[in-house]
């Protein structure tokens, strides 16, 4: 089986990001960047699908040079093979330039199933799954908290507004998981030496024979960047036994009870 | 007004439109001069009612039962791109839902047009521009769309306040569009809710979130506890407790969760991270239990209470109930 787990360097999501002021793009210099995490989820549902099925994880990541370092994590956490595609034409790219460079990567690798998050932890869109699924002519099995795989069929929980769906489907399909549908393994020593030695390719939009991807294509663009309006704080009490009486008293006040 | 025509794709569930849709809807009318409903249920004809009351002149719906047989991202996909070919809107909304996502992102995919997420805001003057927050809510952005039409546009639920127009109900307008063999091959075999009974989460006047200052999952009975007292309230959660397993998704708020904005929202043993607070600080009022006073939650309560939740919830259910029955 050949599973194709999509994987995106961000800046460390505990510093607050910040854009640059005159491109309105992410500020990339200077800051950590990480793997996201949430695409930990992905690697390890990979894993785990190959570990059960057989056949290989190929990582693809769409990012500048830096994001080897993502791709090479996923590769010490047992992948075995990474695709980083990069190219100053992509910078500032939208979601569906995203999704056709994704798209187009995992097609020519071949795969029964490309994984991805739900939504990256930086831009938070939520749509490249989706968009990449309709590229491929495939079904988009999304929002997954919990995975089987019974031959060529796929069951899986996908969330839901009220609760959870149980869904099957028959590979090949785009599958995107949450948090929490495993617990994501830390790469071992002897993974992070093996890693070293697995194949890393580097592509551009060309070697895909893709053209009007990328920033100059993108379809959208930031017109103005404010800071929001913060809510103040109000009155702090301490809890001397009368912290319950004082929140009752407030609730009165609201005309909630 | 900018725009000739706004769509508005609208979900239904018990025969009943859902309310991020009718939120869109009246948005929709300050937006375009024609404004459209779009419904892919076996139930979509009974959303004629309250799309027409929130400002849908016309409902079109495709009510093929197999639209709830199978994900509706591909099936629901298809069908808008030719209908989109035929009527020409200039906007499509859609709600941040699950099914909201997954239809968007493959219609944009299939059309090429540009798609932006998470707006909080919409505006239409020549060109269509969104308006949204990001890094926890401290920055505001304002990002036009202007890679053809229809521009598509995905809104966080309670954005926008649901208001009718008085108007009666919409023009139904059967969709006959067949759902493909292909999208057959991702079918629903089961569906379970994991709700609570009682108001829903978004609807709710008060909402008691727990985080994980509750330290033990049992301990959100006390939380269930509180919210029965209260009456009109609903319990939610924090991420935190959500990934460990303590309650459902369906209870989590927060920027990967639901957006709730009750007349008082109380944060039980929840830290205040950002990603929870962009998804609460809506409410009208907010109301803060937690032991460490330097907890971020405490910068945006009108009422903090430094202290033990545990004990403090317990306290109040009591107190509620001795005030209720005088
Ligand atoms: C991409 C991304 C998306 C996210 N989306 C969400 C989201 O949608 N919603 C969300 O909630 N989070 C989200 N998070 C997680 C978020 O960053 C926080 O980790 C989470 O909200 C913390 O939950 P918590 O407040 O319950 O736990 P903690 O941060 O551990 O806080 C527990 C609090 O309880 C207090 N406490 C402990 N014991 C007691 C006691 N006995 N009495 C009173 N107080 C006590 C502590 O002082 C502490 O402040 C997201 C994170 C990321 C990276
Ligand atoms: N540049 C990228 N490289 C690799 N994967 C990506 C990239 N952008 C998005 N993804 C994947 O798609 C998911 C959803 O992204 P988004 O729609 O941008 O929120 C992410 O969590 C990743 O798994």
Redesign the interface.
Same mark, same amino acid.
């Given at each position: 089986m050949k599973v194709v787990v999509c994987v995106k360097q961000i800046p460390d999501p505990n510093t607050?990001?910040?854009?640059d002021p005159s491109t309105?793009l992410l500020k990339r210099e200077g800051v950590e960047v990480v793997m996201d995490p949430g695409d930990e989820y992905g690697v390890e549902a990979g894993l785990k699908l190959v570990e059960a099925a057989g056949g290989e994880v190929t990582i693809i990541s769409m990012g500048p040079e830096r994001g080897l370092d993502a791709v090479r994590k996923a590769l010490a956490m047992g992948a075995a093979k990474g695709i980083l595609v990069s190219d100053e034409s992509l910078r500032g790219s939208?979601?569906?330039s995203t999704?056709?460079v994704l798209a187009a990567t995992a097609k020519r690798e071949g795969f029964d199933i490309v994984i991805t998050a739900?939504?990256s932890t930086d831009g938070?869109?939520?749509?490249?799954?989706?968009?990449?699924?309709?590229?491929l002519?495939v079904?988009?099995?999304?929002?997954a908290?919990s995975i089987e795989l019974d031959g060529d069929t796929l069951k899986v929980q996908?969330?839901? /507004?009220?609760?959870? &769906?149980?869904?099957?489907?028959?590979l090949p *399909?785009v599958l995107s998981v949450?948090?929490?549908v495993n617990e994501p393994r830390y790469p071992s020593l002897k993974g992070i030496m093996g890693a070293k030695s697995k194949p890393l390719d580097r592509l551009t939009p060309r070697d895909l024979e893709l053209s009007g991807v990328g920033g100059a294509?993108?379809?959208?663009?930031?017109?103005?960047?404010?800071?929001?309006p913060?809510?103040?704080?109000? /009155?702090?009490?301490? &809890?001397d036994g009368q912290?319950?009486?004082? *929140?009752?008293d407030?609730?009165?006040e609201?005309?909630?009870? | 007004m900018a725009l000739d025509r706004v769509w508005v794709f609208l979900e239904v569930a018990g025969g009943k439109a859902a309310p991020a849709g009718l939120e869109l809807l009246t948005k929709a009318r300050e937006l375009g001069s024609t404004v459209e409903a779009v419904v892919f249920s076996p139930e979509a004809e009974q959303a004629a009612g309250d799309a027409g009351a929130h400002g849908a002149a016309t409902l079109y719906a495709a009510s093929d039962p197999a639209y709830t047989e199978v994900l509706l991202g591909g099936p629901a996909a298809d069908a808008l791109a030719a209908l989109v070919e035929e009527h020409k809107p200039d906007l499509i909304l859609f709600a941040m839902t699950q099914d909201g996502r997954d239809v968007a992102g493959r219609l944009a995919a299939k059309l090429g047009v540009p798609v932006v997420a998470n707006a909080l805001e919409v505006a239409a003057d020549g060109a269509v521009s969104v308006g949204s927050s990001v890094f926890g809510a401290t920055l505001n952005v304002t990002t036009a769309l202007e890679g053809g039409a229809p521009a598509i546009v995905i809104v966080r639920p309670k954005s926008f306040a649901a208001e009718p127009s008085g108007a009666g109900p919409a023009k139904l307008v059967p969709v006959a569009i067949p759902v493909a063999e292909k999208h057959r091959r991702a079918r629903v075999v089961d569906r379970t809710a994991e709700v609570a009974s009682g108001p829903k989460l978004e609807e709710a006047a008060v909402v008691v979130s727990g985080g994980r200052g509750l330290a033990d999952p049992k301990n959100f009975e006390l939380l269930e506890q509180l919210a029965g007292a209260i009456g009109n309230a609903a319990v939610g959660a924090s991420r935190a407790v959500v990934d460990a397993g303590w309650v459902p998704y369906a209870m989590q708020v927060g920027q990967t969760g639901k957006t709730v904005k009750p007349t008082v929202y109380i944060a039980c043993g929840i830290s205040g991270a950002m990603q929870h607070t962009v998804g609460m600080k809506g409410a009208k009022a907010i109301v803060a239990i937690n032991r460490d006073e330097n907890a971020p939650i405490f910068k945006l309560a009108d009422l903090g209470v430094v202290g033990d939740v545990l004990k403090i919830v317990p306290q109040l259910t009591e107190e509620i109930k001795k005030r209720k029955s005088k």
């Amino acid at each position: 089986m050949k599973v194709v787990v999509c994987v995106k360097q961000i800046p460390d999501p505990n510093t607050t990001g910040q854009l640059d002021p005159s491109t309105h793009l992410l500020k990339r210099e200077g800051v950590e960047v990480v793997m996201d995490p949430g695409d930990e989820y992905g690697v390890e549902a990979g894993l785990k699908l190959v570990e059960a099925a057989g056949g290989e994880v190929t990582i693809i990541s769409m990012g500048p040079e830096r994001g080897l370092d993502a791709v090479r994590k996923a590769l010490a956490m047992g992948a075995a093979k990474g695709i980083l595609v990069s190219d100053e034409s992509l910078r500032g790219s939208d979601a569906l330039s995203t999704a056709r460079v994704l798209a187009a990567t995992a097609k020519r690798e071949g795969f029964d199933i490309v994984i991805t998050a739900t939504e990256s932890t930086d831009g938070y869109t939520g749509i490249v799954p989706q968009a990449m699924a309709e590229i491929l002519d495939v079904p988009a099995v999304t929002f997954a908290k919990s995975i089987e795989l019974d031959g060529d069929t796929l069951k899986v929980q996908r969330q839901t /507004e009220a609760g959870y &769906d149980v869904v099957q489907a028959t590979l090949p *399909v785009v599958l995107s998981v949450t948090a929490g549908v495993n617990e994501p393994r830390y790469p071992s020593l002897k993974g992070i030496m093996g890693a070293k030695s697995k194949p890393l390719d580097r592509l551009t939009p060309r070697d895909l024979e893709l053209s009007g991807v990328g920033g100059a294509s993108a379809g959208q663009s930031i017109t103005a960047v404010e800071p929001a309006p913060q809510r103040g704080a109000g /009155e702090i009490v301490k &809890d001397d036994g009368q912290g319950a009486a004082r *929140v009752a008293d407030f609730l009165a006040e609201r005309k909630v009870i | 007004m900018a725009l000739d025509r706004v769509w508005v794709f609208l979900e239904v569930a018990g025969g009943k439109a859902a309310p991020a849709g009718l939120e869109l809807l009246t948005k929709a009318r300050e937006l375009g001069s024609t404004v459209e409903a779009v419904v892919f249920s076996p139930e979509a004809e009974q959303a004629a009612g309250d799309a027409g009351a929130h400002g849908a002149a016309t409902l079109y719906a495709a009510s093929d039962p197999a639209y709830t047989e199978v994900l509706l991202g591909g099936p629901a996909a298809d069908a808008l791109a030719a209908l989109v070919e035929e009527h020409k809107p200039d906007l499509i909304l859609f709600a941040m839902t699950q099914d909201g996502r997954d239809v968007a992102g493959r219609l944009a995919a299939k059309l090429g047009v540009p798609v932006v997420a998470n707006a909080l805001e919409v505006a239409a003057d020549g060109a269509v521009s969104v308006g949204s927050s990001v890094f926890g809510a401290t920055l505001n952005v304002t990002t036009a769309l202007e890679g053809g039409a229809p521009a598509i546009v995905i809104v966080r639920p309670k954005s926008f306040a649901a208001e009718p127009s008085g108007a009666g109900p919409a023009k139904l307008v059967p969709v006959a569009i067949p759902v493909a063999e292909k999208h057959r091959r991702a079918r629903v075999v089961d569906r379970t809710a994991e709700v609570a009974s009682g108001p829903k989460l978004e609807e709710a006047a008060v909402v008691v979130s727990g985080g994980r200052g509750l330290a033990d999952p049992k301990n959100f009975e006390l939380l269930e506890q509180l919210a029965g007292a209260i009456g009109n309230a609903a319990v939610g959660a924090s991420r935190a407790v959500v990934d460990a397993g303590w309650v459902p998704y369906a209870m989590q708020v927060g920027q990967t969760g639901k957006t709730v904005k009750p007349t008082v929202y109380i944060a039980c043993g929840i830290s205040g991270a950002m990603q929870h607070t962009v998804g609460m600080k809506g409410a009208k009022a907010i109301v803060a239990i937690n032991r460490d006073e330097n907890a971020p939650i405490f910068k945006l309560a009108d009422l903090g209470v430094v202290g033990d939740v545990l004990k403090i919830v317990p306290q109040l259910t009591e107190e509620i109930k001795k005030r209720k029955s005088k």
